[in-house]
T-cell receptor, first 109, second 113 residues
Framework: GQSLEQPSEVTAVEGAIVQINCTYQ??????LSWYQQHDGGAPTFLSY????GLEETGRFSSFLSRSDSYGYLLLQELQMKDSASYFC??????????FGSGTRLQVQP | ETGVTQTPRHLVMGMTNKKSLKCEQH?????MYWYKQSAKKPLELMFV???????ENNSVPSRFSPECPNSSHLFLHLHTLQPEDSALYLC????????????FGQGTRLTVV
């Protein structure tokens, strides 16, 4: 089976940088995705890493190390609207994504 | 029209009721999913429908019954549910069942009393 671990909560202040880590144990790993979900909203896709290294999309970056079964989501220049839950998810073959429990990010003024 | 639409948004039902959740996607995708989201737990995949296959999570009780009449519509039929089934039920779609980018609906908040 698959399992993913990420911190349950993270708090940071506006303008800061925050890193949300994700470690995984899977078979047949293809890549790691990140999703954002605001309270009462739908999860929305942020990024996908299939290869080792850093992928940057605006203020958000995602990193993967396949050898360490580890990835992270980096959020820069934090804004209040970034307060949300962030989920890592693994792709293992043709099956649907398997998600972690989510990290609740609270951005304070 | 939003990409993935779920109805109803909220549902309260008794343990002896029968109800159905509906999902419709307007994205031209060929794979659709039901996920269950409970507080502080991972999104739990319940069912996948795609051109290639229907895949079930074997841990899903038979009181949940999916139906996918075509690639745009997905239903989840509910009967004799338990209070622990109260959760947010999310529908998603993607192009291909293993696609990394899934598009989710707003979910149906289900409360079983």
């Amino acid at each position: 089976g698959q399992s993913l671990e990420q911190p349950s909560e993270v708090t940071a202040v506006e303008g800061a940088i925050v890193q949300i880590n994700c470690t995984y144990q899977t078979s047949g790993f293809y890549g790691l995705s990140w999703y954002q979900q605001h309270d009462g909203g739908a999860p929305t896709f942020l990024s996908y890493n299939a290869l080792d290294g850093l992928e940057e999309t605006g203020r958000f970056s995602s990193f993967l190390s396949r050898s360490d079964s580890y990835g992270y989501l980096l959020l820069q220049e934090l804004q209040m609207k970034d307060s949300a839950s962030y989920f890592c998810a693994v792709k293992t073959g043709r099956r649907a994504l398997t998600f972690g429990s989510g990290t609740r990010l609270q951005v304070q003024p | 029209e939003t990409g993935v639409t779920q109805t109803p948004r909220h549902l309260v039902m008794g343990m002896t009721n029968k109800k159905s959740l509906k999902c419709e996607q307007h994205l031209g995708h060929n794979a659709m999913y039901w996920y269950k989201q409970s507080a502080k737990k991972p999104l739990e995949l319940m069912f996948v429908y795609s051109l290639e296959e229907r895949v079930e999570n074997n841990s899903v009780p038979s009181r949940f019954s999916p139906e996918c009449p075509n690639s745009s519509h997905l239903f989840l039929h509910l009967h004799t549910l338990q209070p622990e089934d109260s959760a947010l039920y999310l529908c998603a779609s993607s192009q291909g069942s293993g696609n990394t980018e899934a598009f989710f609906g707003q979910g149906t908040r289900l409360t079983v009393v």
